[in-house]
Each structure stands twice: as C-alpha cells, then as structure tokens.
C-alpha cells in the first residue's frame, strides 16, 4: 500500500455532495439518468449478473462496523494498528460507506480492498453479512482469482469450477500453451462472455482512482480525520447547503423556464 495525503474531508466527500445534488433534480431528470446508466450496465453485465450485485451485495455501498471489543482490546495489549487500518475506523466512525472512505483517502478502490483486507484479518472490523461483498473485497485486493471468485458469488458451482479446471489443464496438457479460465468457463457455457469481460474490467478498473475533475465538488484545503475537525466540518456543511441552495434555485429556474416552452 503506497502512502497517501490528508483526505479532502472526514465528513462529506465528493460522492456524498454529487449524490445530494442528484437528489435535488426533478423526478423525470432522475429518470434520464437511470435510463443511461442502466443501458450502460446492461452493456457490461447480463440480467442476471446485475441481480446479483444489488444494492445490499455492492462493495461500494458498505459500511463496515467496528468491532469495538477486539479494537479495545488490541489498545489494553498495546498491539499496533497499521496507518491505513486506522484511517478506515476512523471514517468508519462517521458511518461512511466505502466509496467515500476510498475517495476520502485518496486510495483506488483495489487500495481500499487491500486495506479491509488487513482490517478484517486483525477482526477491527465486523464482516459484511453479504458474501458477495466479502468474496469481492478478496478479489479486488488479489486475494482470489476469477474462478473461485465466480463461486463465492454463486455465478459457478463447485462441480462446474472442478470441471473447467480440469479442463484447463488437459488443454494445456495437449496444446501446450496456457488456457485463460474465463476462456474455459464461456466454452463450457458455465458462464456469458460479456459477464467474465466485464468482471475482469471491473478488476481492472478498480485500480482507477476517484477523477481529480470531481474532487473540487467538496472545497476547502484538506482536513485531518480527527482532533479538532467539528467546527471545520459544520463550517463546510453551511457552505455545502450554501451550494445545494443555489443549484435547488437555478433548477426552479430551468423547470420555470421549460414551462414557457410548453
């Protein structure tokens, strides 16, 4: 894990301001957003993938617990905490989800996984009650590789898993070159194509970090994550609804304006 700077702010992030803003538009503009990102997904993920990284089984939408009593624990013992751990149970403290614990750390969300990773092997952290969460902060973080990954998220099953391996292995046997799984499983029809693709982007994908374009949605200098932050983060959350304010006008303007063009 490389080390990072400050994060922008411990309370509010840059998704936090961007989902408040999203929230502020009219129903039918709501829509227009849906409609896109859900064409864009379909063009990743077949429907049944898509079912199963609902909201309550994406990794991004967690927000992992503390586990007090082990934390306490480790303190009475004296036992240190890496750096990277602590930064997560202290954002965690503000009962932030991971995509804004990853952008608020400056990490990728493959960083951020490395790290939950370390979090959850000390047991700071209580494990996500979705097995599709777990099975995908070890495969982000390197831990898994696509096959087993697969069968954690009950996209395979052991036998198939056994038999494409299996297959695997004889190919490489009679050809002599290596086999990719994800080729193995789509010849099996174990799996669709555009759902081993798009698994192995999101996996690449994952090392990305948070646009530095949209970074400035939060403002301000960067702010420690404890010590002293309550007044800078009440100041900032004036500031933000300041903003919200101000875009909650403009919109009333350009629903007003739409109106005369009716």
């Not at 990743?44 to 079912?51: A, G, I, K, V």
């Not at 750096?83 to 960083?111: D, E, G, H, M, T």
């Not at 099953?157 to 080729?183: F, H, W, Y």
């Amino acid at each position: 894990m490389e080390n990072t700077p400050t994060p922008q702010n411990p309370v509010i992030s840059p998704i936090d301001v961007l989902m408040q803003q999203v929230d502020l538009l009219p129903f039918w503009a709501k829509l227009v957003l849906y409609s896109t990102l859900q064409q864009e997904l379909k063009g990743f993920f077949s429907q049944s993938t898509l079912l199963s990284f609902a909201p309550e089984h994406t990794l991004q939408l967690w927000v992992p617990e503390i586990n007090r009593q082990v934390v306490s624990d480790l303190g009475k013992r004296g036992e240190l905490i890496e750096s990277p751990v602590q930064r997560i149970l202290k954002l965690a403290n503000y009962k932030k989800n991971i995509v804004s614990i990853a952008i608020l750390s400056q990490w990728s969300l493959a960083q951020c996984a490395e790290v939950l990773c370390l979090a959850l092997d000390k047991d700071v952290l209580i494990p996500p009650v979705s097995a599709t969460i777990l099975a995908t902060i070890h495969y982000l973080a390197g831990r898994t590789r696509l096959g087993e990954y697969l069968l954690q998220i009950n996209r395979l099953t052991l036998e198939q898993l056994d038999q494409a391996l299996r297959t695997q292995k004889s190919i490489e046997a009679t050809m002599g070159e290596r086999v990719g799984i994800a080729n193995v499983l789509i010849n099996l029809n174990y799996i669709k194509k555009e759902d081993s693709e798009a698994i192995l982007y999101l996996k690449e994908d994952s090392k990305k970090h948070f646009p530095k374009e949209l970074a400035h949605l939060t403002g301000g200098a960067p702010a420690p994550v404890s010590g002293g932050s309550d007044a800078a983060a009440q100041a900032k959350i004036a500031q933000l609804e300041a903003q919200l304010q101000q875009a909650v006008q403009h919109i009333r303007k350009m629903e007003a304006y739409l109106k005369t063009k009716q």
